[in-house]
């Protein structure tokens, strides 16, 4: 097992939020729907203890809301198979699967988030994934530093 990594996780609190993550069962989920490669890769490189931070996208203001926790690594996402899921994939094959998920588990919560404006303030971020401009990965890598000073401001 190599050393710990951290990642961030978008996903709009409309659809799942940290609140719903906190009441899933075992407080645990799977993260399926991811269609993009490079999310996918980072996911597949992902091992059980990496920490996520959990990120609001697509509300106002978006905001890092909290941490959990890899504790699966990447299976097939079985959404790409279900015609009647939005994200049914026709050209993916059950012997070839083309998507993949893991599953996470709630950490905690922020005593407050986070918000994108006040990330970008941060000089020790400026570098940060989430930062650059046209970013919009839904899964991103996260430095163990830039880890430490977001927790620390959490």
Not at 24 to 53: C, E, I
Not at 57 to 74: C, L, R, W
Request: glycine share 4%; hydrophobic share 35%; aromatic share 10%.
């Amino acid at each position: 097992m190599g050393p710990k990594r951290y990642w961030l996780m978008k996903s709009e609190p409309s659809t799942f939020s940290i609140d719903d993550l906190m009441q899933s069962p075992h407080k645990t989920t799977y993260w399926d729907g991811v269609r993009n490669y490079q999310a996918r890769n980072f996911m597949r490189s992902m091992t059980v203890g990496d920490h996520v931070l959990f990120y609001h996208s697509n509300v106002d203001p978006p905001a890092v809301v909290g941490i959990a926790e890899v504790v699966k690594t990447a299976y097939p996402d079985p959404t790409q198979f279900d015609r009647k899921d939005k994200h049914y994939d026709p050209d993916s094959k059950p012997s070839e699967p083309r998507w993949d998920m893991v599953d996470i588990k709630y950490v905690r919560k922020f005593a407050r988030a986070l918000t994108l404006d006040e990330l970008r303030e941060e000089s020790k971020l400026k570098g940060m994934v989430l930062l650059k401009k046209g970013s919009r990965l839904s899964v991103q890598p996260v430095s163990p530093m830039e880890w430490r000073h977001i927790t620390s401001l959490g």
